[in-house]
């Protein structure tokens, strides 16, 4: 064979032979390392603050108004060293912890219920439905009327924002729980309560939890509303009296504290799915 043809022969071999697959920097649901989450992570607030900074160097609007990010932390610190502000964080957080507990203890069993058996969806999801769509607000004369000022009024105005449609959403994944796993668990014997305790409830459980990690978000935008009910206490009021004093760095921080937080509370959820559901991570 001659130079020219064998030339011709590698040419052709390489035409044929499918190159590889460049990888691109997108890509559709494909796990990234753990390094760069982190770094692209922190880009996304760098470029936060540096244009929070950037507005407020530039007097894009008055300082009492939009104070700067280390003015704000600084606000920050002192709330926590002088003025017991301390307190109010952990008196929000009881809120939240006890309403939210409160909801799932109710939602959590029944949304698995009426998941699993239409009679009892047929007798609940009319109200259920109904409720969703109520404003939680506009229930703040009512609760003040029925259990006063105190902490009872708050804590159910953080309940009622939450339960529906927590209970609506369980009772979603319930539903999904795949139909021939419930008639095979039948067929082999099982009863209705082993069924639901042994197939639906374990095939259920870690979109509860998801669920719940969700919801809680809800919980915490609520709080600002709950807490403005003649409250003296608590992250909602002090943001409440600093609006008093056009205190903008104040409220500012407490807004801060509340996304802290509730990153700190989604951060736990994601904690405790890895610990119970440690078997769905993919390998």
């Not at 692209?40 to 609007?61: D, E, H, M, N, P």
């Not at 009881?94 to 047929?122: H, K, N, Q």
């Not at 007798?123 to 029925?146: D, K």
Request: contains cysteine; neutral net charge.
């Amino acid at each position: 064979m001659s130079g020219s043809d064998s030339t011709i022969a590698a040419t052709s071999a390489g035409d044929t032979a499918s190159p590889r697959r460049r990888e691109r920097w997108l890509e559709f649901k494909k796990p990234i390392p753990t390094w760069e989450l982190i770094l692209l992570g922190l880009i996304v607030w760098v470029l936060f603050f540096g244009i929070w900074k950037l507005a407020t160097a530039v007097g894009w609007a008055p300082p009492f108004l939009l104070p700067a990010p280390d003015a704000v932390a600084m606000t920050l610190y002192e709330l926590f060293a002088s003025r017991g502000f301390l307190m109010d964080v952990l008196v929000s957080v009881y809120r939240i912890i006890v309403s939210f507990a409160a909801a799932c203890l109710i939602a959590v069993p029944l949304g698995i219920l009426m998941g699993s058996f239409s009679r009892i969806e047929a007798l609940f999801n009319p109200l259920v439905s109904a409720w969703r769509y109520l404003p939680a607000p506009s229930f703040i004369p009512l609760l003040l009327m029925w259990f006063g000022t105190d902490d009872t009024s708050k804590l159910a105005l953080l309940f009622i924002g939450v339960v529906w449609f927590l209970m609506t959403l369980v009772m979603d994944h319930t539903k999904a729980v795949k139909t021939e796993v419930i008639q095979t668990a039948l067929t082999l014997g099982a009863n209705r309560w082993q069924v639901l305790r042994t197939v639906i409830v374990p095939a259920v459980m870690p979109n509860v939890v998801i669920t719940m990690r969700q919801m809680l978000a809800a919980a915490w935008t609520y709080l600002v509303i709950a807490e403005i009910m003649a409250a003296t206490d608590g992250i909602g009021a002090m943001m409440m009296r600093a609006k008093r004093f056009i205190h903008a760095d104040e409220i500012m921080a407490g807004i801060v504290m509340i996304g802290v937080l509730g990153l700190l509370f989604d951060y736990l959820f994601r904690v405790l799915e890895r610990i119970l559901f440690s078997y769905q991570e993919e390998t």
